[in-house]
């Protein structure tokens, strides 16, 4: 009877585990995008959309055209032009959280490399419904690692989407919540003075779908062209 019971509940387990795999399966690709610093990216397929799977790092438009770096707090607060910091104003976050930008840079167009772009607010929500909807979605879409404790018992990271908390620069120019929330921008403009994006912590699994004043500095995800 023990056995029995053992046995059924591994296969449970097993059909259980290839379910969670299921939803919201990807496939990490093998090739590798290049922004025109010279910073790779890979890359992952999450139902008919392919993303990065890195936040944006570059310092350059696409055209090669330098993006401002802002590192006073003052001089953020007055910007209503492009630009772009690093998490706490240091540069070794780099490569793990990427860099922050204002939605003045996005609003170039230029800021992802070619053939490539910054994802519309509806392109966000394609992603998450795909992955079961926001209350789900977050902990599909969590890294498993870098994020402060307690990161939720619902991460799996299962769409290969690998999201970091980077934190973000607010419109005074002070930087809030690195390690514990991840913000990124969508092209999608709200109202003259904000725009939407979308938010991640540490303890839900959920996505948040916001609007969030331009001048702010947040994390930036591309999505390949269509």
């Not at 890979?42 to 696409?62: D, R």
Request: proline share 3%.
């Amino acid at each position: 009877m023990c056995k029995i019971w053992i046995y059924s509940l591994a296969i449970m387990g097993m059909l259980l585990s290839s379910c969670k795999n299921n939803t919201g399966s990807c496939k990490q690709n093998k090739d590798t995008v290049t922004d025109i610093d010279g910073n790779k990216y890979h890359t992952a397929t999450i139902g008919s959309q392919e993303w990065m799977v890195e936040n944006l790092k570059t310092t350059k438009y696409n055209n090669g055209i330098a993006i401002p770096l802002v590192t006073d707090n003052t001089a953020w607060s007055n910007l209503s032009t492009p630009g772009y910091c690093w998490s706490d104003n240091d540069s070794t976050n780099k490569n793990t959280y990427g860099a922050l930008y204002n939605w003045h840079a996005v609003n170039t167009g230029n800021l992802c490399p070619t053939g490539w772009h910054v994802p519309t607010d509806n392109e966000w929500t394609t992603l998450t419904d795909y992955l079961g909807g926001l209350r789900l979605a977050g902990g599909k879409l969590k890294s498993k690692i870098d994020w402060s404790s307690p990161n939720d018992i619902e991460t799996t990271n299962s769409s290969c989407f690998s999201a970091l908390p980077g934190g973000h620069c607010e419109s005074n120019g002070s930087f809030q919540e690195v390690g514990r929330h991840g913000y990124w921008w969508s092209s999608s403009e709200y109202d003259i003075n904000s725009a939407w994006m979308r938010r991640m912590n540490n303890s839900s699994s959920c996505v948040f779908c916001n609007n969030y004043l331009k001048m702010n500095g947040l994390s930036v995800r591309c999505i390949r062209d269509k």
